[in-house]
Structures are given as structure tokens and as C-alpha cells.
């Protein structure tokens, strides 16, 4: 069994930040290809970071470069997004994936094994 938890979403004003937040249980062994992916209802998702949790390499989508920071802290099986210099365009909700353990990540394609429940990003301008 396997479980994504988020939490950390909320509604905020342009130029602010947030920090999302993933907590994770099961099968995971320190070597698994972990993201954050967003939605919008009608468009597609989209994979907005990424982290091999093996190694911490990280990968970003160009919209997130500059201004999102993907982390992870073992200790606590828990992955971060802090989102900064947030825009209307975040607006979205954000989902906790991960895959099975791997050699690495395959970025742009990301994780899709597993996936938590969701957190909402809205962001006002």
C-alpha cells in the first residue's frame, strides 16, 4: 500500500507565496521518482517539478523555473513544493505522484504510479 498525502493549498494574491507539502507511506525505498503535477479542469495536466529522492535531482517545467523549489526530506517522508512570485496562471489543483522505485527520473514524462487526493492552488490577481 502506498499513500500521497497533500496538504498546504489555499487561496492567495499574485506575487505571494505558498508550500505544499507531501507525505508519503509504503513501498518507498529512497529511490523513487517523485512530482508535482497540476490541473486545470478542461486542460491538461501538467508535470510542474520533479525529485529523485535517491540522489535529489530535481526538474523543473519551464513555468516553474525561477520561482517553484522541489525538495525532499527523508527523515520525514515528505516532499515540498514552495511556490513563490505565484500568478493567476498557478491556479490549479496540485497533485502528490510518484513511481515505483527506478534508476532515475524520466522527465518531462512524470510519475504517474501513484497519486495523492489533491491540494487547490488559487491564486487572485
Known amino acids: 500500500q502506498v499513500h500521497l498525502v497533500e496538504s498546504g493549498g489555499g487561496s492567495v494574491q499574485a506575487g505571494r507565496s505558498l508550500r505544499l507539502s507531501c507525505h508519503y507511506t509504503?513501498?518507498?525505498?529512497?529511490?523513487?521518482?517523485m512530482a508535482w503535477v497540476r490541473q486545470v479542469p478542461g486542460k491538461e495536466r501538467e508535470g510542474v517539478a520533479a525529485?529523485?529522492?535517491?540522489?535529489?535531482?530535481?526538474y523543473y517545467a519551464d513555468s516553474a523555473k525561477g520561482r517553484f523549489t522541489i525538495s525532499h526530506d527523508n527523515a520525514k517522508n515528505t516532499i515540498f513544493l514552495q511556490m513563490n512570485s505565484l500568478k493567476p496562471d498557478d491556479t490549479a489543483m496540485y497533485y502528490c505522484?510518484?513511481?515505483?522505485?527506478?534508476?532515475?527520473?524520466?522527465?518531462?514524462?512524470?510519475?504517474?504510479?501513484?497519486w495523492g487526493q489533491g491540494t487547490q492552488v488559487t491564486v487572485s490577481s
Open positions: 505522484t510518484a513511481d515505483r522505485p527506478s534508476f532515475g527520473c524520466d522527465w518531462p514524462r512524470y510519475p504517474s504510479d501513484y
Open positions: 525529485i529523485y529522492t535517491a540522489v535529489g535531482a530535481t
Open positions: 509504503g513501498d518507498f525505498y529512497d529511490r523513487n521518482c
